[in-house]
């Protein structure tokens, strides 16, 4: 029985609730015209409702987690079970068969040993969804009667619905918070562990990076972790050769498009602006994979270069600054918007052209919060996974040539994510701490950027 | 189909091809190609009494033949067909019905668009309705004190987290709560849902700053309570703000590949998924497969697949765009 029959049965209940709830309190009417009915009825309604609702829910996420460990505890005491290996792989694996068989997501078994448990397994779903079912049905019942028989024409249903209301926008904003822990505490408690078996500063400051995948988890090799190379080829990439393309481009197309534009082509150039921020990443990555980066060799290999590789580091850093031209320009147009204008009618009057303007006086005015809309588009390139995924090397590589194969932190984490191997593996976990470094860097740069966006604000507000 | 194939079907079309083609053509006929004819069999089973020509899929190599690529005598090849006009080129729409293959002549993106639709679903689901409550709260209701701060700078945090650190939370929380639902379009909806309701909040709480404050003292003036305010006037006149937010926020998650790279959407998916529980993989993650794959015949369904999804990211960033112009009011 999954949890969403339960829930269903739940609304349905629900719904006669409010149903009933409404239907008392318009009697209330009829029965005592002379009192007035501290609530409306609709109150009265919801009261029952949220009655019947929230104690199911409640029951079901804990039924959900406990029902398949009570399957499980019947099918282990049952006489069949007895001829299972005690512990490991195999164990599991028989009785994920059966239990598959049971539920009619698998036509049968493979091994024989799990034969037996079938029956049995299904006997259990089917006696604790018997069981599920009618203890649903009692709480909703309850907590409905329970409600229904406190409708009174002076019960202060409103109030309390209310208060409900106000519990469940609480909760709904207390997602964030538990999401950032969550991010966090997972981060750091496997970061944790990964120092433990590579101590930090040669994870930190080592020059060679090259985690043995297939190695023994006990025989480390400190020597492998070094993130330096990964870590300059996620500036280089995301934070030299992107803003080379993107700080000219966006700042040159801010400009136009607020200071010279006539209103008509700005009406059509902008949407077209923001339709290239939708385009999915992966695509630039395919074009960036595809057409640019064997152009780039071509180009390389006819000039003369011929150590110029097919994932060289200037076609994916090329592909992301094109990807960032939207958000520096967007962020750009906002903070010479801010600008009063005032400063740029006055540089006009004192007999400025247009051009002296922006450059003397908009443009200076509009720095502060054009270098903090920079800062974001930085910590975004440095995020960015597809792009790089798809044109930069798996390959470590410690070079400034922007021809040459190099790797990013992004990569890294994929590449060793994605693989089938085992949770307690250093390679696997310093993918975390990898993770982690990059988390504490995107929110130093947004942090800092918002602070000056904001001082930047105040000072001409 | 299974006992078709078990009668020979198989060798009676190989057979005539070879009849009609000549032996080295025929066996460029796609492995799969009987298939078509069965299904034709099977829902017009008269066919078996009288002759009908059929159009088969040919093999990847002789596709590329045509284009003037690949091993010469497959370019000659194709090039004689093709004057005998026995080659002929067709809009494949089977493409948006069928799955994933290992053969490109095969493959569709049907599975894949599927994936993408359940796993949205979930995501709409859950970063709906959070998303929007959150905003009215912070917007409406929150006391100045220190929880509140912590609720906002938090949410602006996690709009400027990069996405594939939500992957990496996906594997280590939800994953290690569910582990049997690795490649689920429950758990990419669940990962994208927590990086899309950021953006719903910010969205959220700018259309609620819009509504002049006049609108809350009337309705307050003439006895309603501060929720009355909020679901009875304030939330129907941001509505149209927060759905803009809101597709804007689920453009961004459908065109989403890292975070869902990282708890194992990247697989092979045949079949189309069942349901939110079923093995799935999801639009742009067939593109980013299909990119790796080393048979030149992936390089246009990676782009036709490409243009599918641009076409629904395209629709519904213009229906956001429409919508924020139709219903921008200025109070």
Known sequence: ?461 | MQTLEMQGLPDIVTFFAEEQLGKDAAAEISPEAWRDIATALAEDPDLITRSQSFNLPTSSALAAGLQGEGPPEMQALAKRLDTEGKLSRNWDLGFLSRSDATSPQAVGIWGALKGSMLTMLVTLVLAFPIGVLSALYLEEYAPKNRWTDIIEVSISNLAAVPSIIFGLLGLAVFLALFPNLRSAPLIGGMTLALMTMPVIVISGRNAIKAVPPSIRDGALAIGASPVQVVFHHVLPLALPGMLTGTIIGMARALGETAPLLLIGMRIFVATPPEGFSSPATVLPMQIFLWSDEIDRGFVERTSAAIIVLLVFLLTMNGLAIYLRNKFEKRW
């Open chain 1, 1 to 461: 029985m999954s949890p969403i029959t339960l829930i269903l049965i739940a609304l349905g209940l629900g719904l006669l609730g409010w149903l009933a709830g409404r239907a008392k309190a318009w009697s209330f009417a009829s029965s005592e015209p002379a009192l007035r009915p501290a609530s409306r009825p609709i109150y009265h309604a919801w009261y029952v409702a949220l009655w019947v609702v929230i104690p199911v829910l409640v029951f079901v996420v804990a039924w959900s987690v406990i029902a398949p460990q009570l399957v499980l505890q019947t099918v282990l005491a049952s006489p069949a079970a007895d001829g299972l290996p005690v512990f490991g792989f195999e164990r599991d694996a028989f009785l994920g068969e059966a239990r598959a068989v049971a539920l009619g997501q698998a036509p049968g078994v493979f091994n024989d040993e799990a034969e037996p448990l079938i029956v049995p397994f299904r006997d259990a779903f089917s006696y604790y969804n018997t069981i599920g079912i009618l203890v649903t049905m009692l709480i909703a019942v309850a907590g409905g009667a329970l409600a229904f028989l406190r409708l009174r024409p002076q019960f202060g249903a409103r109030t309390r619905v209310e208060r409900t209301v106000m519990m469940i926008l609480l909760l709904a904003s207390l997602v964030a918070i538990l999401t950032t822990l969550g991010i966090f505490v997972s981060l750091v408690f496997e970061t944790v562990r990964f120092f433990g078996m590579v101590s930090p500063i040669d994870f930190l400051f080592g020059t060679k990076w090259g985690p043995d995948t297939m190695g023994s988890p006990d025989a480390v090799d400190p020597s492998r972790y070094g993130a330096i190379p990964l870590f300059w080829g996620t500036i280089f990439i995301g934070a030299i050769i992107a803003m080379i393309v993107a700080i000219p481009l966006g700042l040159m197309s801010a400009i136009y498009l607020t200071q010279y534009a006539d209103p008509k082509v700005r009406t059509w150039i902008k949407p077209l602006l923001e339709l290239l921020a939708g385009v999915p990443t992966v695509v630039y990555g395919y074009f960036a994979a595809l057409t640019l980066a064997p152009m780039i060799r071509d180009a390389a290999v006819a000039i003369g270069i011929t150590s110029a590789s097919t994932e060289s580091a200037l076609a994916a850093g090329i592909v992301m600054g094109v990807m960032i031209i939207p958000f520096v320009s967007s962020m750009a147009d906002d903070s010479m918007a801010a600008v009063p204008g005032a400063m740029r009618d006055g540089s006009l009057a004192m007999g400025a052209t247009k051009s002296e303007t922006i450059r003397k006086v908009l443009f200076p005015a509009a720095l502060p919060g054009i270098v903090a809309g920079i800062m974001l588009a930085v910590s975004r390139a440095i995020g960015e996974t597809m792009i790089v995924v798809m044109a930069a090397s798996p390959a470590a590589n410690l070079t400034a040539n922007p021809l040459e194969p190099m790797s990013t932190v992004t990569v890294q984490i994929v590449k060793l994510l994605t693989g089938e191997q085992s949770t307690d593996h250093p390679a696997t976990l310093s993918a975390y701490a990898l993770g982690f470094v990059l988390f504490m860097v995107t929110l130093a740069l947004n942090f800092i950027a918002l602070r000056v966006v904001k001082r930047f604000r105040e000072a001409y507000e």
